[in-house]
Nanobody, 125 residues
Framework: QVQLVESGGGLVQPGGSLSLSCVGS????????MAWFRQGPGKKREFVAA????????YYADSVKGRFTIPRDNAENAVSLQMNSAKSEDTAVYYC??????????????????WGQGTQVTVSS
């Protein structure tokens, strides 16, 4: 059974930066996709970013491209999300997720098998 634990959420001012971390346990992660999704108030859950260990690439939603990054120094069982130039619309609960099969559909939440408990990010002055 895979368990995911997120950390790093909190309050950030517009234009500010915040870093989220997710650490997994309970299985091997060498061929997985590890991703971040978010759900804002009154909104559906949406894809944010993913690290594919199948092809070694990072994928980003258009809404965060150029502002959010997944650093290149992640441990095999972990994924971080560096959030820069934060906007009010980034306010959401952020969830870490793992797809153990490493699907090509990295932005499809139905492909993900395990989820963290979520961490709140609030962008406000």
């Amino acid at each position: 059974q895979v368990q995911l634990v997120e950390s790093g959420g909190g309050l950030v001012q517009p234009g500010g930066s915040l870093s989220l971390s997710c650490v997994g346990s309970g299985d091997t992660f060498s061929k997985t996709n590890m991703a971040w999704f978010r759900q804002g108030p009154g909104k559906k859950r949406e894809f944010v970013a993913a690290l594919s260990r199948r092809d070694g690439k990072r994928y980003y939603a258009d809404s965060v491209k150029g502002r959010f990054t997944i650093p290149r120094d992640n441990a095999e069982n972990a994924v971080s999300l560096q959030m820069n130039s934060a906007k009010s619309e980034d306010t959401a609960v952020y969830y870490c997720a793992v797809d153990v099969q490493g699907s090509v559909y990295v932005d499809d939440d139905t492909e993900y098998d395990y989820w963290g408990q979520g961490t709140q990010v609030t962008v406000s002055s």
